[in-house]
């Protein structure tokens, strides 16, 4: 495991730990996600088209770590929270919250998709979860994904 990595999983702090759990966890993540579309994008299918965006970070994800198989530093090194069951590279956490951020990057509201991005991708590897490039791969990963909703959106109409 990598200096920065160690660095990161070796620090605590009990609210960070409480805030990095509840975007860990499926539903908070989720609940975040599901606010920040619908309070800072007014617009119905730019939100649709996100979302789509958000499913395709996500399958690209899943399908590169089953494909990939690198297991998660938690299995050999204790983590903040149980170690999930599934392969870690590439953190879908971080591929979906880094394709969120682009897909403001033109707009006013992008800072707080960059600090959610960047919160996320903290988070991963705070808790232990992931390594730096576990989530910088979700940073490879969000790009792919967004220009091919981009691609697909425009020959639908």
Known sequence: MDQVTEFISSLNYPLL?????????DLGFIVVLAILLMFL????????????VLILAMLFSVALKEIIQIPRPCVSL??????????????THASIAFALMLA????PTYPIFVLF????????????VHTVDDVLA???????????????WKHKK
């Open 104 to 107: 403001f990057i033109n707009k």
């Open 78 to 91: 204790p983590g903040k929270i149980p170690c999930p069951t599934d392969y870690a590279f590439p953190s």
């Open 138 to 152: 979700g940073l490879v990963v969000a790009p792919i994904a967004y220009q091919t909703v981009e691609i697909l």
């Open 41 to 52: 994008e007014p617009r119905r299918e730019k939100r649709i088209k996100v979302i789509f």
């Open 17 to 25: 730990t409480k805030a990095s759990t509840f975007i860990n966890d």
């Open 117 to 128: 991005a960047i919160f996320v991708a903290f988070s991963r590897v705070y808790l232990g």
